[in-house]
């Protein structure tokens, strides 16, 4: 069903996510056609601004890139005049009323579909739903209407507390409203998981226990938490990362093939798999945390702003999972998270069985396995590495890569992730959100596992800011052949 009338809310607008990612993300849909004609966005926060700051402060990150050739300040300009400021306080339902006004006022009357999208700290978040519920907006609308709330993560901090958030939240929005992010799941190359795994002949017969020897994701950054200790020191990177982003991935790649596209049976599909992976325990993890870079130039994590000088919280973590189900059961997944190492990558490594017999070993080949690599970032990439005679008289085997590398192989824009959540958001395509059972069941994988950490006793391995990690999580990723 087309919509004619679309009012998004973006609550925490003065902050960096709105501004960096969802209201240019928005600016990218007004672009390309995606939003309707009778769109409005209010920006909802406590610092003050005028109209016409707001509007200034929103400009800064906007970008004509789906629009090459068209007056970029014309197209600026026009959906700008879109974008209204109602200065308020999270908790309180006044503040919402006066946002209705606002809303009102520029709408005038008759049905809206409207987005909340609620860019703010998690310790706000629940301020936010109550002051909305109270303040009726959430009930008053016509019955052509939607109302859809976006949210955001951490969605709590273990099972318990996200099970208690989902039930509060659920006093106020039904799970029919709620989209919670996952922004890794709009990133298009994890769609393209899907259907490279369901619309190729040649994975599906091999994607189990009898060809695939291994999986590895992984996850690294070369900076460390930066102005995010706050946040980062209450949270760890096995929550900031890997029980959300890195989960979901293997979600993906490890489910049974959905009945169909619908969001109902891919949902079922990872919950159906993440019911099956067995809970982390400290015999199969690896927590590490930065020391100063080598150079002395780089701070330890226990010096960075707004972290505990005593502080335990992991900035690595390496897991190995098992999936309990007959398609995988004996091989590891291997999950490997961390911050302030030597390099920026995210990309999954599935590792084939070896040849069996040896065919090419007289001549003193070594056999390699057959691996596809999938790289998430930077410079998305899939390759097959695959043996093949090298040129030349000799019968020599090098393994190398099939390449396809989006930038070179797409001559298309690849949309930012957001971009993606927004549209499914405003069409109501539920798919790449996480439902209530699926978090759930995420949460049982980490939950015993941060329990220990938490116990005090788990001391984090040190690692250099800026080296490849602790050793211990090479010993883990190297028992599979890492
Ligand atoms: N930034 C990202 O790239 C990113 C990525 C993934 C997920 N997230 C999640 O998205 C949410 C928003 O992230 P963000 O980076 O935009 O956060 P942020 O900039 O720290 O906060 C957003 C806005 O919330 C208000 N705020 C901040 N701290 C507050 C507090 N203690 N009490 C009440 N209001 C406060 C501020 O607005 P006013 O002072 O004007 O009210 C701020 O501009 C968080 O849940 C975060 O975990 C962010």
Excluded at 227 to 232: D, H, I, L, S, T
Excluded at 295 to 300: H, K
Excluded at 386 to 406: Q, V
């Amino acid at each position: 069903m087309s919509i004619k009338r679309l009012g998004i809310v973006v609550v925490g607008a003065s902050g960096d996510l709105a501004q960096r990612k969802v209201i240019p993300a928005l600016f990218a849909l007004y672009c390309q056609g995606y939003l309707p004609e009778d769109f409005q966005i209010y920006g909802l926060a406590r610092t003050p601004y005028d109209q016409e700051g707001f509007r200034r402060k929103i400009a800064e990150n906007l970008t004509c890139r789906y629009t090459p050739g068209e007056s970029c300040a014309g197209k600026t300009e026009a959906f700008l005049s879109h974008c209204h400021y109602c200065q308020g306080q999270y908790s309180s339902s006044d503040s919402f009323l006066d946002l209705f006004q606002l809303m009102r006022s520029v709408e005038g009357d008759g049905p809206v579909n409207r987005i909340f999208y609620m860019a703010i700290p998690p310790t706000v978040f629940m301020q936010v739903a109550s002051a909305m519920g109270d303040s009726g907006l959430v009930t008053c609308g016509d019955r052509e209407e939607w109302l859809r709330v976006v949210v955001e993560k951490p969605f709590g901090r273990d099972r318990a507390t996200s099970d208690a958030l989902v039930q509060e939240m659920h006093k106020v929005f039904t799970e029919e409203m709620t989209y919670r992010i996952d922004h890794y799941l709009g990133k298009e190359i994890i769609q393209n998981l899907m259907v490279l795994r369901f619309a190729n002949i040649i994975f599906e017969p091999l994607w189990n226990r009898h060809f695939i020897e291994s999986v590895r994701i992984r996850w690294a950054e070369p900076v460390g938490v930066g102005q995010r200790g706050g946040y980062f020191d209450g949270f760890g990177i096995i929550r900031d990362v890997m029980q959300n982003h890195l989960l979901q991935i293997m979600a993906l790649l490890a489910m049974d093939p959905p009945a169909n596209l619908e969001a109902g049976p891919v949902r079922d599909a990872k919950v159906k798999l993440l019911r099956d992976v067995l809970p982390v325990s400290m015999n199969n993890l690896v927590v590490g945390q930065y020391g100063p870079s080598e150079s002395g130039q780089q701070p330890a994590y226990v010096a960075e702003a707004m972290v505990s000088p005593r502080s335990r919280t992991p900035t690595y973590a390496a897991a190995e999972l098992r999936i309990n189900n007959p398609r995988w059961d004996g091989v590891p997944f291997l999950i490997e998270a961390g911050k302030a190492l030597d390099e920026r990558i995210n990309e999954v490594r599935i590792r084939f069985r070896k040849v069996p017999h040896g065919l090419f070993e007289r001549w003193g080949t070594v056999m390699q396995a057959n691996e596809l690599v999938i790289r998430i970032q930077p410079d998305e990439a899939i390759s097959f590495e695959i043996m093949n005679k090298a040129p030349g008289l000799d019968l020599e085997l090098i393994r190398t890569g099939l390449n396809l590398r989006y930038q070179a192989a797409f001559n298309a824009l690849i949309p930012d992730a957001y971009e993606c959540l927004l549209l499914d958001v405003i069409q109501g395509d539920r798919n790449l959100f996480i439902r209530s059972d699926e978090l759930a069941a995420a949460w049982d994988v980490f939950t015993p596992a941060l329990h220990q950490l938490e116990s005090g006793h788990v001391v984090p391995e040190r690692y250099p800011y800026g080296s490849s990690g602790p050793a211990a999580g090479k010993t883990l990723m190297s028992r599979h052949g890492g």
